[in-house]
């Protein structure tokens, strides 16, 4: 799957790595659809914190953290790139 959105998909990898502070990984290395919890980046629960207030500050957009949909926004950086869009649509 293309990125819908490469400019977006790209601020939102480098958001990732800057707010989690992953100094040893590159943008590059962080495919649009590998998921971001367990198994793929490996991300936890306080990461997952930091992340959607990183996005919140970054886009000025509002993220309900007990909507039953929000945990699917946060799959991958494909996923998020989609919501900060509609979001910012909205």
């Keep these: 799957m293309s990125d819908l959105h490469p400019d977006l998909t790209l601020e939102i990898k480098l958001l990732i790595i800057d707010a989690l502070g992953l ?3 590159s943008a590059a290395d962080i495919d ?3 998921t971001l919890f367990g198994e793929g980046l ?3 629960s306080v990461d997952a914190l930091e992340l959607g207030l990183a996005i ?3 886009y000025g ?3 309900d953290a007990d909507a ?3 945990r699917s926004h ?3 950086v494909a996923s998020l790139a989609a919501f900060v869009t509609a979001k910012q649509a909205a």
């Design 23 to 25: 100094e040893d990984i």
């Design 32 to 34: 649009s659809e590998q």
């Design 42 to 44: 490996g991300l936890d």
């Design 56 to 58: 919140q500050k970054r």
């Design 61 to 63: 957009i509002k993220i």
């Design 68 to 70: 039953k949909d929000t």
């Design 74 to 76: 946060f799959t991958n």
